[in-house]
C-alpha cells in the first residue's frame, strides 16, 4: 500500500513546519495565476497538479494537507499515515476533530451557517439542480475540516465529479456563480476569500457520505471552536428551530 500524503508550503521559511512523515509539495511558484489562486484556493492543485504527481508516485491513497498540520491536530503525521495502513478496508480515511463535552454539530453545513451565512443554501441549490433533494443540513456527517484526508482514486475521481458539476453549474447560473465565486465568505479578518473553497471544504463529507463510500475518521482535539457551549447551543437552535437542550 503505497501511501502519500504531500504538505504544501508556499514559502521557504514553512519548511522547517513540515512533518517528516509526509511528503514536501512545492507550491511557491504555483502554475496558474494569482487571480485564480483567490478565487480557487488550493482547489487546482488537488485537482490537477497534485492529481497528476500523485499519479508519477504510483500512490495507492493520497491527499494534501496544510504546512499548518502541527498546530490543527497537534498529532504526529506517522499516526495518520499508521492510521490508515491500519484500517486499509476503507475508500476514505480523514481526521475528525472531537469536541468536549459533546459534538454541537450535526454536520459541517450547520457550523457552516453560523460562520458563513447560508452556506448550505447555496449547496442546496447545487444539489438540486443535479437531481439530488436532501436538506444537507439536516443529513448526518461525518465532520472534518480544512484537507485533513486521503483517499483512494474511487474516492478522488467521486469527490471530483461533484466540484466539477458544482464549477459547471456555477458557469450556467449566473446567480450561483456570484454567490460562490464573487461573494466573500468572512474568512476570519479577511472578506475578501470566496465561498467557493468552504464549499468543497464541505461537499467532501457530503460526496462520501451520499455516495457511501467506506471512511474512518481518527479523532483529534482542536482549538478552533473555543465558543462557550450554551451560547453555541442557543445559536444552533435559534438557527434550525429544534428544541433546546
Same mark, same amino acid.
Given at each position: 500500500?503505497?501511501?502519500?500524503?504531500?504538505?504544501?508550503? +508556499? &514559502?521557504?521559511?514553512? &519548511?522547517?513546519?513540515? $512533518?517528516?512523515?509526509?511528503?514536501? +509539495?512545492?507550491?511557491?511558484?504555483?502554475?496558474?495565476?494569482?487571480?485564480?489562486?483567490?478565487? =480557487?484556493?488550493?482547489? *487546482?492543485?488537488?485537482?490537477?497538479?497534485? &492529481? %497528476?504527481?500523485?499519479? %508519477? $508516485?504510483?500512490? $495507492?491513497?493520497?491527499?494534501?494537507?496544510?504546512?499548518?498540520?502541527?498546530?490543527?491536530?497537534?498529532? *504526529?503525521?506517522?499516526?495518520?499515515?499508521?492510521?490508515?495502513?491500519?484500517?486499509?478496508?476503507? $475508500?476514505?480515511?480523514?481526521?475528525?476533530?472531537? +469536541?468536549?463535552?459533546?459534538?454541537? !454539530?450535526?454536520?459541517?453545513?450547520? %457550523?457552516?451557517?453560523? @460562520?458563513?451565512?447560508?452556506?448550505?443554501?447555496?449547496?442546496?441549490?447545487? =444539489?438540486?439542480?443535479?437531481?439530488?433533494?436532501?436538506?444537507?443540513?439536516?443529513? *448526518?456527517?461525518?465532520?472534518?475540516?480544512?484537507?485533513?484526508?486521503?483517499?483512494?482514486?474511487? @474516492?478522488?475521481?467521486?469527490?471530483?465529479?461533484?466540484?466539477?458539476?458544482?464549477?459547471?453549474? #456555477?458557469?450556467?447560473?449566473?446567480? !450561483?456563480?456570484?454567490?460562490?465565486?464573487?461573494?466573500?465568505?468572512?474568512?476570519?479578518?479577511?472578506?475578501?476569500? *470566496?465561498?467557493?473553497?468552504? =464549499?468543497?471544504?464541505?461537499?467532501?463529507?457530503?460526496?462520501?457520505?451520499? #455516495?457511501?463510500?467506506?471512511?474512518?475518521? &481518527?479523532?483529534?482535539?482542536?482549538?478552533?471552536?473555543?465558543?462557550?457551549?450554551?451560547?453555541?447551543?442557543?445559536?444552533?437552535?435559534?438557527?434550525?428551530?429544534?428544541?433546546? =437542550?
Amino acid at each position: 500500500m503505497n501511501v502519500k500524503i504531500y504538505q504544501i508550503y +508556499y &514559502l521557504k521559511e514553512q &519548511l522547517s513546519r513540515l $512533518d517528516t512523515a509526509f511528503t514536501p +509539495y512545492d507550491n511557491i511558484n504555483p502554475p496558474y495565476s494569482a487571480e485564480e489562486s483567490n478565487k =480557487l484556493r488550493e482547489w *487546482p492543485i488537488l485537482r490537477t497538479y497534485g &492529481l %497528476q504527481r500523485a499519479e %508519477q $508516485d504510483n500512490a $495507492d491513497i493520497w491527499g494534501f494537507v496544510s504546512y499548518k498540520w502541527d498546530e490543527k491536530t497537534n498529532i *504526529p503525521g506517522q499516526k495518520f499515515v499508521d492510521f490508515i495502513k491500519a484500517n486499509p478496508d476503507n $475508500d476514505v480515511w480523514f481526521m475528525e476533530p472531537h +469536541y468536549k463535552p459533546f459534538s454541537p !454539530f450535526m454536520n459541517s453545513w450547520v %457550523q457552516g451557517d453560523i @460562520f458563513h451565512p447560508d452556506i448550505s443554501k447555496m449547496a442546496n441549490a447545487f =444539489l438540486k439542480a443535479n437531481n439530488i433533494s436532501v436538506d444537507i443540513a439536516k443529513v *448526518p456527517m461525518p465532520l472534518c475540516y480544512y484537507n485533513f484526508f486521503a483517499g483512494t482514486r474511487k @474516492f478522488w475521481i467521486t469527490f471530483f465529479d461533484f466540484i466539477d458539476n458544482m464549477i459547471l453549474f #456555477a458557469k450556467n447560473n449566473s446567480d !450561483f456563480h456570484k454567490a460562490i465565486f464573487e461573494t466573500g465568505a468572512n474568512h476570519g479578518n479577511d472578506k475578501t476569500v *470566496p465561498y467557493f473553497i468552504f =464549499l468543497v471544504e464541505r461537499m467532501f463529507p457530503t460526496a462520501i457520505t451520499l #455516495a457511501g463510500l467506506n471512511y474512518i475518521g &481518527l479523532k483529534y482535539h482542536t482549538n478552533d471552536f473555543l465558543i462557550e457551549t450554551n451560547h453555541l447551543i442557543s445559536v444552533v437552535n435559534k438557527i434550525y428551530t429544534i428544541n433546546p =437542550l
